[in-house]
């Protein structure tokens, strides 16, 4: 069975950073990505990455965000930098096949991909 698990999450303040990790025993041609959720709300795409690298951002991430892989030790990063209270929310890594840039559809995602149990991020103001 695929499993995926998530760490690096926490508690900090407005304008700090943090750096997520998740190690999966998918294939390493799976594409990875993070998604996000909050109570109530619907989960949503953070950033996907494919097997060489190529990276897709939503746009609340852009410019703050970095999706990164390393195949030898079967785990995707994110480097959230400048942290905002709205980035709270519970964040999970999924893996599946096909191009990254599904990261886009949740939905999509979970219909044929592989995901973590969550990890949550609080970022107080």
């Known amino acids: 069975q695929e499993e995926l698990v998530e760490s690096g999450g926490g508690t900090v303040q407005s304008g700090e950073s943090l750096r997520l990790s998740c190690v999966a025993s998918t294939p390493n041609h799976y594409s990875m990505g993070w998604f996000r959720q909050t109570p109530g709300k619907a989960r949503e795409g953070v950033a996907g990455i494919d097997t060489s690298g190529t990276t897709f951002y939503a746009e609340s991430a852009k410019g703050r965000f970095t999706i990164s892989r390393d195949n030898s030790k079967r785990t995707v990063y994110l480097q959230m930098e400048r942290l905002k209270p709205e980035d709270t929310a519970t964040y999970y890594c999924?893996?599946?096949?096909?191009?990254?840039?599904?990261?886009?559809?949740?939905?999509?995602?979970?219909?044929?991909?592989?995901w973590g149990q969550g990890t949550q991020v609080t970022v107080s103001a």
């Open positions: 999924a893996a599946w096949p096909g191009s990254a840039a599904l990261f886009r559809s949740p939905a999509g995602v979970r219909d044929r991909g592989s």
